[in-house]
């Protein structure tokens, strides 16, 4: 496609797109995310692909690979338009029914729907499933629209609006003034005010500026800027280009894991297309400023999340934080005002710029406006990636959102914010998600992960594994995170494995807050908070392993002793096969006893009997 | 030329040109704020987290590592407030449970006020300071060692852990490092693992608000002796 030098000739670019595709009467997209890959989406794609060819249907019909459509669990994912159908759980056999039946037929496919994990109902469109209908996508919406590989369908779309906007016409000052007036808080943890960081930059002086997205997320059980940057990357672009603008910068940096393999990819491809069309290098679209994005890989450490260690690891130096005294704005990348904001934070601004702050600022609570993604896991019926506005419940999403409990268990309580966040009990699920209530509760919103832990979770266990997680993360220069969690971890496994001490919960409280008030940077400052919150909302299950030294959800290995119960036992014998340590023995038709000399407690029985005989206690 | 601040630093206004540190400022007047991985000529990293002081800004106080804060006009600084004193205690406890046959760490830890330890003892050589990379990196320009590995597996080591042509064998990181005071002869045997107290700075119940010129000092290469 040849160059664009003006605004004109970028709206005769859509004009003539959207013609080309008046013709086209279905869409059928394809979720080709890379949850839905892992359960085989491609296969799907290519099934579809032949099937619709074979048939003719090349030119009135198109094909849409889309980005993550969030209900992962469901995958493969297929939506065709008109209609808004919603088939889940595709296979590449059901390929020929789908083009033949529904594509064709218009007819639904009874079986590929959504059978609800709740009612047991069946929904035929996406808009009514409860999972969806629940939520405010403002920006997971439009990963369904575009082929992120493809400029000409975020252009379609309406994508690349914002940017003329703020070439001509609005001044650097009045785009920040409008991102302060929004309330767009920084997505990736901290909530730091976006307009105040940009303004802050933009008053820094020097002749060289720079604008860096963080895709670095590494929090276990949560994707969203893997999500929003693998299936949207021309929104994240258009985003920096808008805050390139404002604070003056001439270059960007999309600092991406290396372990995101399809966000790698489709940023480098989303950024060669901007730079053919004109949208990124020398005066863009005729205007005096230019603008230009590099990939920057990240080894996959936790820590490069860290603003002053992702600006090291991009400066080719070790990624490791140093003190902050004095902010990035005004000393950051190569010791240049540099702003870092979250690939979501990006994604926001040119919705804010197109409709305005008062349409953003319409959702959200006094302190915390817009939408936030938040990936659902854990113990919960319906997994995935959910956005919703800001004062949302922790019920709603859990309940509403989520489906309650797999498998029936009552929900004990939610983990937010990755590994520095903190574990809310049940009794303040009404919280609202907004960065200051639940900071005051002792969590955070943080990047947006939502763990939820039922009745069998036990709550040091989950202090355990994410001490042990930051533990390794951990880049070990300041003296507070490096020995600081290998003691709170010390302390926390003599706890759970009976040589507990109840004054060694006092120095576990002091350590914490002495390591959060003292670390170096941002991760050993939270790496306290989930040892904080368990200790704060879950002390009687702490007591419970000093003084009684018992487990009560039965988790702590040290703590629990299976047993056979005599009244269910029926003698089947399928626990004995099952023992892979040889520790069950009895006769058939006869109650079965487990050694417990031998038994390792891996838990295999329990899992294989389907009487409910074997218990923990 | 050379631009002065003034800085408010335990209620004492202090003179220091801009671009010092803190804690070289407060150094400089005799106010004592302990450190460890802080050496004079060296730059700053904020390792050993021994020097925090409480920032005053708009009523908020905000703790942070003197070494890293550069002087400002107007600033106010309190090195010696009780949170001060207890996290301090907090993390120089944490250091001697980690090398307890340390004489410097021994030192700096009765100093900062730690009476007994609460953790288990280790024996490790090393609390990673720092210092030898620094100097290493920073007056020699050899690079010859470096920190290796992340977390609770990071060390000091030779690239690929082979001395490398380019180690000068100047001996300076030996020399600088807190560890090679001869150790205490009191703590640490199998059984007996207490602070012996035997120390100079025995007789210094509390972390002292001024300077006190003190033996340990000198030891570990306070800036204080090395700077004058």
């Known amino acids: 496609m040849p160059r664009l030098n003006s605004h004109r000739e970028l709206e005769h670019l859509r004009e003539r797109l959207r013609e080309q595709r008046q013709n086209i009467t279905t869409t059928v997209m394809v979720c080709g995310g890379t949850g839905c890959r892992t359960s085989n989406s491609q296969a799907v794609i290519d099934a579809v692909r032949d099937e619709l060819s074979s048939q003719g249907l090349d030119d009135s019909v198109r094909l849409c690979v889309t980005g993550c459509h969030g209900f992962c669990e469901q995958g493969p994912v297929i939506i065709i338009e008109p209609g808004n159908i919603f088939y889940c759980h595709v296979s590449p056999e059901d390929a020929f029914e789908i083009v033949y039946q529904t594509v064709m037929k218009g007819e639904v496919i009874e079986r590929l729907l959504y059978e609800d994990t709740v009612s047991g109902e069946r929904f035929k469109t996406e808009a009514e499933i409860p999972f969806y209908k629940a939520q405010d996508r403002r920006i997971l919406s439009q990963n369904r629209l575009v082929d992120p590989c493809a400029i000409e369908d975020y252009i379609v779309a309406g994508g690349y609006s914002a940017l003329p906007r703020v070439l001509n016409g609005i001044a650097p000052e009045e785009i920040i003034n409008e991102i302060k007036s929004a309330g767009l808080r920084g997505r990736g943890g901290g909530g730091f005010p976006t307009g105040r960081k940009w303004g802050d930059c933009m008053e820094a002086p020097s002749d060289e500026k720079y604008v860096i997205c963080n895709a670095d997320e590494g929090d276990p059980g949560a994707y969203m800027d893997r999500c929003v940057l693998e299936g949207n990357p021309h929104l994240v672009l258009e985003g920096m280009m808008v805050g390139a603008r404002a604070v003056g910068a001439r270059k960007g940096y999309i600092y991406v894991r290396n372990e995101y393999p399809l966000a790698v990819k489709n940023s480098r491809i989303a950024v060669e297309q901007a730079r053919e069309l004109g949208l990124l290098g020398d005066n863009i679209l005729g205007s005096s400023f230019s603008f230009d994005v590099d990939i920057a890989r990240g080894g996959g450490a936790f820590v490069c999340g860290e603003s002053t260690a992702l600006m090291a690891s991009i400066e080719g130096k070790v990624g490791e934080p140093r003190a902050k005294d004095v902010h990035t704005v005004v000393d950051g990348l190569y010791h240049k005002p540099t702003t870092l904001n979250n690939v979501e934070t990006w994604a926001n601004v040119p919705a804010i710029i197109l409709n305005g702050s008062s349409w953003f600022a319409s959702k959200g609570t006094k302190a915390s406006k817009g939408t936030k993604i938040l990936a659902l896991t854990g113990r919960i019926k319906n997994t995935g990636l959910v956005e919703v506005a800001m004062g949302t419940s922790i019920r709603e999403v859990v309940f509403d959102i989520g489906g309650g409990g797999a498998n029936g268990n009552s929900i004990k309580a939610v983990q937010t914010g990755g590994p520095s966040g903190g574990c809310l009990p049940l009794d303040k699920f009404d919280l609202a998600i907004d960065f200051d209530v639940l900071a005051e509760a002792g969590s955070m919103i943080g990047s947006g992960g939502m763990v939820v832990m039922d009745e069998e979770t036990c709550m040091l266990d989950v202090a355990k594994y994410f001490l042990t997680f930051l533990q390794d993360e951990s880049c070990g220069k300041c003296v507070p995170c490096r020995l600081g969690i290998d003691r709170m971890l010390e302390i926390i496994t003599d706890i759970t494995e009976g040589r507990g001490r109840m004054e060694q919960l006092d120095l576990l409280e002091e350590l914490a807050d002495t390591v959060s008030q003292t670390a170096l940077c941002g991760l050993g400052k939270t790496a306290p908070n989930p040892v904080l919150s368990t200790l704060r909302y879950f002390r009687p299950e702490y007591e419970a392993h000093i003084k009684e030294k018992k487990c009560p959800a039965g988790v702590c290995k040290a703590l629990i002793t299976y047993w056979i119960d005599p009244d269910k036992c029926t003698g089947c014998g399928v626990c004995i096969s099952g023992c892979v340590h040889e520790a069950i023995t009895g006769e058939k038709k006869e109650v079965h006893v487990i050694d417990a000399q031998l038994c390792q407690k891996c838990g295999i029985c329990r899992s294989e009997c389907k009487f409910d005989a074997i218990q923990v206690v | ?228």
């Open chain 2, 1 to 228: 030329m050379l631009q002065y601040v003034n800085v408010n630093i335990d209620g004492a206004t202090v003179r220091a040109p801009r671009g010092t540190s803190v804690l070289d400022a407060a150094i400089e007047y005799g106010i004592c704020i302990p450190h460890l991985c802080h050496v004079p000529f060296l730059s700053d990293i904020g390792a050993c987290r021994l020097c925090i002081v409480e920032h005053v800004v708009n009523g908020y106080s905000k703790v942070t590592t003197s070494c890293t804060l550069n002087v400002e006009e107007g600033m106010v600084i309190r090195t010696n407030t009780d949170k001060i004193r207890r996290l301090r205690r907090n993390l120089a406890e944490l250091l001697v449970a980690q090398a307890p046959n340390s004489r410097a760490i021994q030192d700096i830890a009765l100093r900062c006020g730690v009476k007994e330890v609460r953790y288990p003892f280790r024996n490790e050589d090393c609390v990673l300071c720092g210092r030898c990379v620094r100097v290493c990196t920073e007056i020699w320009q050899a690079r010859a060692i470096g920190f290796v590995g992340r977390g609770k597996d990071r060390h000091v080591d030779f690239p690929f852990g082979i001395r490398p042509d380019f180690c000068k064998q100047c001996g300076n990181c030996v020399q600088i490092c807190p560890m090679t005071i001869p150790p205490c002869d009191g703590p640490m045997k199998p059984g007996k693992e207490y602070l012996c107290r035997k120390c100079e700075s025995q007789l210094i119940d509390e972390t002292p608000g001024s300077c006190s010129w003190c033996k340990l000092g000198e030891g570990f290469g306070c800036g204080r002796y090395v700077g004058v």
